[in-house]
């Protein structure tokens, strides 16, 4: 258990029994530790721009020209009444 059928050369960078990376898989990936971190942040960085952007859009609307339509007390009263039932 633990190999992969057709996947040949990697069992030297897992322990074969506790399958924990070796210090040969940390040399290999050394090289592009800085890269992978910087492309993370930038990649990371457009989902968040699009989120900041889509909230900061929402949070401008004013909808103080639409009209709120008046209420009579008695359909007031049922409103309540059917909130009240409802919990």
């Not at 940390?26 to 900041?52: E, K, Q």
């Amino acid at each position: 258990m633990g190999k992969l059928i057709g996947v040949k050369g990697h069992d030297r960078y897992r322990d074969p029994v506790t399958h924990q990376i070796t210090p040969a898989l940390y040399r290999v990936r050394a090289p592009f530790f800085w890269r992978n971190t910087i492309a993370l942040f930038v990649v990371g960085s457009i989902p968040l721009g699009v989120y900041l952007y889509a909230f900061h859009k929402i949070s401008d609307d004013d909808f103080s020209d639409i009209p709120i339509p008046p209420i009579s007390d008695e359909e007031l009263k049922k409103l309540k009444l059917e909130y009240e039932n409802k919990k």
